[in-house]
Structure formats: C-alpha cells, structure tokens
C-alpha cells in the first residue's frame, strides 16, 4: 500500500512540475528525468482521476 502511495505522489509531483514550467521539456529538464516518462505519469494520473490535467490546444501545458 506504501508504494502505491509513493507512485502516486510521483504522479502529482510531475504535475507540479509541468504546471510550474508549463513545458512538460523544462519540466523533465528540471526533474533530469524523459519527456517520455513525465507525459506517461500524467497520463496515468489523468486516466486515475477521469480527466485531462492540461490544456493541450496551446502552445504552452496550461493547467485545466
């Protein structure tokens, strides 16, 4: 149950970082982690709540 809770705080962590930079690039950058892998966690996480975090019809990753 512990590492469930440890993935999903990774989860909202990559959020945090993307919404900051509004770049999921930067964002990996920042994290020294994939752009592959921040795009997958937020897919993950907006699979878990239903919902798309970002918008995505702008140049930039603004926060819904």
Do not use: C
Request: charged share 25%.
């Amino acid at each position: 149950k512990t590492a469930h809770h440890l993935e999903y705080l990774k989860h909202i962590f990559y959020f945090w970082a993307v919404a900051k930079q509004s770049s999921v690039s930067k964002a990996a950058t920042l994290l020294n982690v994939s752009q592959s892998s921040i795009s997958e966690q937020i897919k993950i996480l907006e699979d878990r709540i239903g919902n798309d975090l970002f918008d995505r019809s702008q140049k930039k990753m603004v926060p819904t």
